[in-house]
């Protein structure tokens, strides 16, 4: 578990006091990776306390995080500080928390990033990092993954190093998130409750954080009845509770099978649940209803056609990746999970995207 954290509207500001006593020395910097929406946004970037040789690392969020991006980021750190950095501070939604877990794990583990993605992994404790969403929904800043897609997989470094060593939520930062975005992304977390509290893994202590996350959700996105500002805390915590879910439990079919979507057409982790999620009523039949009812309320358009287009040989890479994905489906269907998730009922499935 993350475990310090600070939570309140403007509580960014608390930034260096915080981190100040975690500088090992004046050679050893602390590493912003910030999400490059914030470039020339001064009400966010001055407030980013820089001193001695600290560095501000822009990062575009337009594709999701490789491993190959990782390596790259790491040997740029290694080779423009004297010493081993102080710590690395994320400061974006899950691309960049996640980019940001996995350059502290690698700049303190030899090799690849791709060497550890997988389960446990890891052997030396990262260096100390911090998390600080501006996009509320992935969990990302609770939870024990950083997900990278790497040559061969799209596989999370999954590692009691990972969690985050302090996380400020400040849901100020979230303030110019697009509408469809906050959608697609507060959508992950509603998705995440549903496939954690539906799934044969669940157990009492996923489930108390699950059922909060998914009260939060459908207040959030079914009623009006609270202000702007309060709705962008509840999302906080909603992000959070649904990580926390998650982190003792599983995801599901939403999740198998848009990282497919992802592995083959780069589709983004939020929109690409939404577009699964849409078609899954055999599996969670109310949930999906309720999906419904909340994409019209939003006026959420959700792209169709996505497999319009793709020959046998595409559809099977997006199966592959599904399909390997065994704890997702045992979570969701259960042990013999392998006697109705065929690869036929996939691709129909798919087909339907
Ligand atoms: P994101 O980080 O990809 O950002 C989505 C878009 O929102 C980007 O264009 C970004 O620039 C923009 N944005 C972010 N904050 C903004 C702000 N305050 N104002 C304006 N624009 C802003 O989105 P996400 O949905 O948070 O993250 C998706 C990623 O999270 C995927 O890579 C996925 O694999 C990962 N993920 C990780 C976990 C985990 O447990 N580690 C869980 C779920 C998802
Ligand atoms: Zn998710």
New binding site residues.
């Given amino acids: 578990m993350v475990p310090r954290v600070v939570f309140g509207r403007g509580s960014f500001n608390q930034l260096n006091e915080i981190i100040s006593p975690k500088r090992l020395n004046v050679h050893a910097p602390f590493i912003f990776l910030v999400?490059d929406?914030f470039k020339g946004k001064s009400w966010l970037t001055s407030r980013i306390p820089l001193s001695y040789n600290d560095n501000i690392i822009y990062i575009s969020?337009?594709e999701?995080?490789k491993t190959s991006q990782v390596d790259v980021l790491v040997e740029q750190i290694i080779l423009n500080s004297k010493e081993s950095p102080s710590g690395i501070i994320g400061i974006?939604?899950?691309?960049?928390l996640?980019l940001a877990k996995a350059v502290s794990i690698m700049l303190n583990n030899e090799g690849e990033t791709s060497d550890y993605q997988g389960w446990d992994l890891v052997k030396n404790p990262a260096v100390y990092h911090v998390g600080i969403p501006?996009?509320s929904?992935?969990?990302?800043e609770v939870?024990r993954?950083?997900?990278l897609t790497g040559p061969e997989k799209k596989l999370?470094i999954n590692s009691d190093f990972t969690p985050f060593d302090q996380v400020i939520l400040d849901s100020e930062?979230?303030k110019?998130?697009?509408k469809d975005?906050w959608f697609?992304?507060g959508m992950?977390c509603f998705i995440h409750c549903v496939e954690s509290l539906n799934g044969t893994y669940l157990n009492a202590f996923s489930q108390s954080y699950g059922e909060k996350a998914f009260e939060l959700c459908k207040e959030l996105f079914l009623k009006n009845t609270i202000s702007h500002t309060e709705a962008q805390e509840k999302l906080m915590m909603a992000s959070w509770h649904g990580?926390m879910s998650i982190v003792y439990s599983q995801v599901g079919v939403a999740h198998a099978m848009s990282y497919g979507l992802s592995y083959l057409l780069g589709t983004?982790?939020?929109i690409g649940n939404c577009i699964v999620f849409d078609h899954l009523e055999e599996y969670y039949p109310e949930d999906v209803k309720l999906f419904k009812e909340m994409k019209q309320k939003h006026n959420i358009q959700l792209p169709t056609g996505l497999c319009a287009n793709l020959d046998d040989e595409d559809f099977d890479v997006m199966i592959n990746i599904a399909i390997g994905l065994e704890p997702l489906w045992e979570n969701a269907i259960g042990k013999n999970w392998k006697k109705t998730i065929t690869r036929e009922k996939l691709k129909a499935l798919y087909q339907k995207m």
């Fill in positions: 999400d929406v969020a337009k999701e995080p974006g939604g899950g691309t960049v996640d501006t996009i929904g992935t969990g990302a939870s993954t950083t997900v999370g930062l979230t110019k998130v697009p975005q697609y992304t992950d990580g983004k982790h939020g």
